[in-house]
C-alpha cells in the first residue's frame, strides 16, 4: 500500500514512509546475507574441483553447506529439478545435472548455486577448470567472466536491459566468441525468478528500466562457435539442461546485483 497524501496527517504520513523505508533495507539486508552464503558456497564447491570428483559428490557437499548454515538450495525440487546446484560439464551449456560422471583433467565445469536464506534467493555460478586446460580454454572462460563484468560496469536506474544485453554482446564480438540467446540473466529476491530478463545480447535503449533496490543476475553464456543447442529433458522435470550441438565448450559466469539509487552492488562477489 503507498500512502496517500490526502488519506493521512503528516505524522502518519512519516510513519509509513519510515516503515516502508526499513522494510526495504530490511529486505536488502536478507539479501545481501542470502547472497554472501551462495557466493562462499561456490568458492567452497570451487576447491572440490579435482580430477576423479563426481558431480554428485560436489552437490552433496553444497546440499550440506547450505543446510547447515540456515539455509536450503533454492534447485532442489524446483520444478521437478533434482539436486541442490547445476553442474555443467564442457559440452552441456547450463542446467546440468550432478551425477555420478568423474571429473576429469581438461574439463571446464560450471557449478551454479541458489540458496534461499529467510526466504530470499542469492544466485551465483562460476566455470573452474579441471587439472590441465588448454590456451582456447582459458580465453573462452575470461572472456566469459569478463563479458559478464562488462554488462555489470552499466547497472544503474537510467539503464534498461537492453544496454546491458549490447555491452555483454559488443564485448563477446570483439574476442570471437558467439553469445547463447537462450539464457539470460532475471530478476530475483522472494523469488529465484523474477521479471525483469535480462538478455546477454540486444541493442541499447531498450527493454526496461532497472528498477532501484531490486536485484537482478547478469549470467552470459559464451560459446566456442555459433553451434545450435540441443535441449534434454529430466526426467520428473519441467526443466531442461542443453548441450551444444557441435559438441562445442561454453563457458558461464553468474552475480545477483542489486541496482542502487545511482549505480550498482554486486551482492555474490567470491
Ligand atoms: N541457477 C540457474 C539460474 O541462474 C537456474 C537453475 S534452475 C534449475 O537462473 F532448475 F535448473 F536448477
Ligand atoms: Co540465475
Ligand atoms: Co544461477
Redesign the pocket.
Known amino acids: 500500500m503507498t500512502p496517500h497524501s490526502s488519506m493521512y496527517g503528516p505524522l502518519q504520513r512519516r510513519y509509513i514512509e519510515n516503515t516502508m523505508i526499513s522494510q526495504k533495507s530490511n529486505q536488502i539486508r536478507m539479501m545481501e546475507q542470502s547472497c554472501r552464503l551462495a557466493a562462499t558456497a561456490l568458492s567452497w564447491a570451487g576447491t572440490l574441483v579435482k580430477p576423479g570428483v563426481t558431480t554428485d559428490e560436489i552437490d552433496a557437499a553444497v546440499h550440506d553447506y547450505l543446510l547447515t548454515r540456515e539455509a536450503t538450495p533454492?534447485?532442489?525440487n524446483?520444478?521437478?529439478?533434482p539436486?541442490s546446484?547445476?553442474i555443467s560439464v564442457n559440452d552441456v551449456v547450463?542446467?546440468g545435472?550432478p551425477s555420478s560422471y568423474k571429473l576429469q583433467s581438461g574439463d571446464l565445469v560450471n557449478i551454479?548455486?541458489?540458496c534461499n536464506k529467510g526466504g530470499f534467493h542469492g544466485?551465483?555460478?562460476a566455470t573452474f577448470y579441471v587439472g590441465k586446460v588448454n590456451d582456447e580454454q582459458r580465453k573462452l572462460t575470461e572472456c566469459a567472466h569478463a563479458a559478464m563484468m562488462e554488462g555489470i560496469s552499466i547497472l544503474s536506474p537510467k539503464k534498461r536491459t537492453g544496454d546491458v544485453g549490447h555491452a555483454i554482446e559488443n564485448f563477446v564480438k570483439k574476442k570471437n566468441f558467439y553469445i547463447v540467446h537462450e539464457?539470460g540473466?532475471?530478476g530475483?529476491g522472494e523469488n529465484?525468478?523474477e521479471d525483469p530478463f535480462v538478455p546477454s545480447w540486444g541493442k541499447k535503449n531498450t527493454g526496461e528500466f532497472f528498477t532501484p533496490w531490486k536485484c537482478i543476475?547478469v549470467?552470459p553464456i559464451i560459446s566456442e562457435t555459433n553451434s545450435p543447442l540441443v535441449s534434454h529433458l529430466?526426467p520428473n522435470?519441467d526443466?531442461e539442461?542443453f548441450t551444444t550441438l557441435d559438441h562445442c565448450l561454453s563457458a558461464q559466469f553468474?552475480h545477483t546485483i542489486l541496482i542502487t539509487d545511482k549505480g550498482h552492488e554486486v551482492l555474490t562477489a567470491w
Not at 78 to 81: E, K, M, N, V
Open positions: 533454492s534447485t532442489l524446483y520444478h521437478g529439478f539436486k546446484c547445476c547450463c542446467h545435472v551454479d548455486i541458489t544466485d551465483t555460478s539464457i540473466g532475471h530475483i529465484f525468478h543476475t549470467e529430466i522435470s526443466i539442461y553468474e
